[in-house]
């Protein structure tokens, strides 16, 4: 028998359901949460983020602008745009699509963002709130992870958790979360040697590499729970994960757990991302 399969556009809705509740709730005090979104030049993957956003704003009761940009937009003038968004009491959340043109700085832009704004959650700020371990908005996509394993009931106090990726967007906040739960975690990335001993003994796998079939059949044991982060294009261009998914959906046997590609971890992102936005307008003073 193979692993149970983590469905994350199921538990997306049922999220989802619960953020338009909240947002209907602040809608009826007059502070309907809104979430700005700002594209910059015409990557087609982007563009696509982009819509699916603003489709999600839409669908769940949440205020929503999309602002886009010409590639040969100056930084300036993207950080006078986000100042004024910044000072836009009917935003609560400001999100730059990356990957930015390269005569934008990104970390400039996202440090130019109100950190009460900060809805991707990768301020310098919030990676603090998050490594003190105090309240603040979280890193999307880690949070959509820990969400999903925290769906199947397996407990993640005292288990060992093996993240594979460093990224300051998905692999250090995800081990940072996974620490406050009270996990074991090692990471590991592209200089650790011998990473399938590393994975062989992990209770719970986050792969984040970007680099189809990272984690194998033989690298995992009976009873894992793993997440599958990655976005990369097999021979035939049909989206596929990290994870070997079918092969090690069969290694993992029926106490394990799996999410998939497509359909796992990105409808989570989005979901997360909404309510970021809405726990952002909760906390306006």
């Known amino acids: 028998m193979t692993a149970q399969l983590i469905d994350g556009k199921v538990l997306s809705q049922r999220i989802r359901a619960e953020v338009a509740a909240r947002a209907e709730a602040l809608a009826g005090r007059g502070r309907r949460p809104g979430l700005a ?19 999600a704003c839409a669908e769940s009761g949440l ?11 100056s930084e300036a003038v993207l950080l006078e745009r986000i100042a004024a968004l910044n000072a836009d009491a009917t935003i609560h959340g400001i999100l730059v699509q990356m990957p930015v043109p390269r005569q934008i700085d990104p970390h400039r832009v996202i440090e130019a963002i109100d950190p009460r704004k ?23 996509t880690p949070w959509g992870c820990m969400k999903m394993i925290e769906s199947t009931g397996v407990p993640i106090r005292g288990r060992h958790a093996v993240v594979i990726g460093r990224s300051n967007t998905v692999g250090k906040p995800m081990a940072l979360l996974l620490l406050q739960a009270h996990a074991t975690v090692t990471v590991c990335h592209s200089a650790t040697p011998d990473l399938k001993r590393h ?28 997440i599958d982060v990655g976005t990369n294009h097999d021979e035939a261009g049909r989206l596929c994960g990290d994870v070997d998914f079918e092969t090690v959906r069969e290694a993992l046997g029926p106490r394990g757990w799996i999410s998939p590609v497509p359909g796992g971890v990105g409808p989570m992102t989005i979901t997360m991302l909404l309510a970021n936005t809405v726990q952002a307008a909760e906390t306006v003073a």
């Open 118 to 140: 900060d809805v991707d959650g990768f301020s310098v700020r919030s990676a603090g709130e998050l490594f003190s371990g105090l309240p603040g908005l979280r890193p999307a």
């Open 37 to 55: 979104v700002i594209l910059v030049g015409d990557d087609p993957a982007s563009a696509v983020y982009v819509r699916n956003k603003v489709k």
């Open 199 to 226: 994975v062989q003994s992990a209770d719970i796998v986050v792969a984040a590499v970007g680099r189809r079939h990272t984690v194998t059949a033989g690298m995992v044991k009976p009873g894992a729970t793993v």
């Open 63 to 73: 205020h929503s602008v999309m602002e886009k940009y010409d590639a040969t937009l």
